[in-house]
């Protein structure tokens, strides 16, 4: 009865009342349909704003680091590369927690010595030995000079204003934060995606309040980004969307997408062991449509 009743209100709506309702309804249907369009437009249709971003340095990573003898302090050193160009490496000096001796008069001075003849002596002028000056009163982190080499300068020896020796940390002291991998990946787009850039995941480690801390931070250089509703960046074990992959949210963007490009850097929010990815890749993943806007495989590197 009822499917019976229905039918003849639709039949007397469309022929026994005339043209007049049917216009109605379609030009009602017409603009309920545009509505509901625009509505799906701008919460899911609407390519999202593309950033652009450029200049800066990577994260200071820690690559050695110990207590000095003698005395108590903890010295490190920190090194950064520029974004646009990553053959301009920059070393910088952290001396934490440091309590100088009593009967040391000041200033005090920290030499790197890259020669082991001139630990004894180093005051020994020579391209050999790299001095920063009154350390007791420097503003850290301090900025290296350009010929500073981790791999040559693995002495450090604090001297007083008697050009005395107060504390040491050798060589053999030295505890060397190298990673063992990074990834790296070459982005590309799929189809007519635009998709580009290289992106690197790494480990840091930093001295905070005089302890370790490990971070995971990404490195984006040259990127270029799609157009696209909702695009996101996604570390993958296979090279296919799972749900188990790790999002990576891009800082200062709408809903974290993967819109921004140019140079720039970030800390991830974990941290990861990069071995489980060495096999893998980064994707960059379409949520609106459920498919694949562009990706890179991952080489490892030392």
Known sequence: MFCKNCWKSFKRFFYDDGW??????????????WVMFIIAWFLWLKPLD?????????????VAAHNVSAFPAIVGVE?????????NIMYTLNILSAT???????PIDLHFIGNAS??????????????????????FPYRLPSNYDPDL?????????????????????????????????????????????TITVDNRVNIVDGVLIE???????DIRVPSAPAPFLYLSN????????????????????????GDFTQDLDRTINLSNFTEGSLIVWCRSFGILLGSGKITAEK
């Open 20 to 33: 007049t309702k049917k216009g109605i309804f379609a030009i009602v249907a017409f603009v309920l349909g």
């Open 50 to 62: 593309i950033t652009t971003v450029s200049g800066g340095n990577s994260p200071p990573q820690l």
């Open 79 to 87: 090194k950064s590369f520029e974004l646009g160009n990553t053959t």
């Open 100 to 106: 100088y001796p009593a009967d040391a008069p000041p």
């Open 118 to 139: 001139l630990v004894e002596d180093p005051f020994n002028t020579t391209q050999s030995t790299i001095v920063v000056s009154n350390v007791d009163s420097q503003d």
């Open 153 to 197: 300068f693995n002495d450090f020896i604090f001297t007083d204003a008697n050009k005395a020796i107060i504390g040491r940390i050798g060589a053999d002291m030295l505890k060397d934060f190298g990673v063992d991998v990074k990834l790296v990946a070459q982005m590309s787009g799929a189809g007519s995606h635009t998709v580009g850039g």
């Open 215 to 221: 971070t995971s931070f990404l490195v984006f250089q």
């Open 238 to 261: 296979d090279g296919s969307w799972e749900s188990d992959d790790i999002f990576i949210p891009i800082e200062g963007t709408t809903d974290s997408a993967f819109t921004q490009r």
